[in-house]
């Protein structure tokens, strides 16, 4: 399995962005993924933001982006996209996504299998200014 990540940028406080996770080479056209997204600031942790998984398009957002962000999911290109609103300085950071075949991510406690057992990009950088 392939991931890119794309749509990184520099946006003024208050602004939007849509970052984008292509993924491929799942084991079959009609397998089962999900797509988890992750940020990690310089000198931070990594964190994890949101997830959306195939079979249902069910999705997972961790407490610290609700309502700043909506994950989606294109079945036909699998490609998910994150799109992110009033951004501010402190979203600053490269962020990540990783895919999963087989899996139904929809728990902070599944996330954590999918930076195992994932598959992941190379980042793409975010930089919100004030």
């Known amino acids: 399995v392939h991931v890119v990540e794309s749509g990184g940028g520099l946006v003024q406080a208050g602004g939007s962005l849509r970052l984008s996770c292509a993924a491929s080479?799942?084991?079959?056209?009609?397998?089962?993924?999900?797509i988890g997204w992750f940020r990690q600031a310089p000198g931070k942790e990594r964190e994890a933001i949101a997830s959306?998984?195939?079979?249902?398009?069910?999705?997972f957002y961790a407490d610290s982006v609700k309502g700043r962000v909506t994950v989606s999911l294109d079945k036909n290109k699998n490609t998910a996209y994150l799109q992110m609103f009033s951004l501010e300085p402190e979203d600053t950071a490269v962020y990540y996504c990783?895919?999963?075949?087989?899996?139904?991510?929809?728990?902070?406690?599944?996330?954590?299998?999918?930076?195992?057992?994932?598959?992941w990009g190379q980042g793409t950088q975010v930089t919100g200014s004030s």
């Open positions: 080479g799942f084991s079959s056209p009609h397998a089962s993924y999900a």
């Open positions: 990783t895919a999963i075949q087989g899996r139904k991510i929809t728990t902070a406690r599944a996330m954590g299998d999918l930076i195992k057992f994932g598959f």
């Open positions: 959306i998984s195939s079979s249902d398009s069910s999705t």
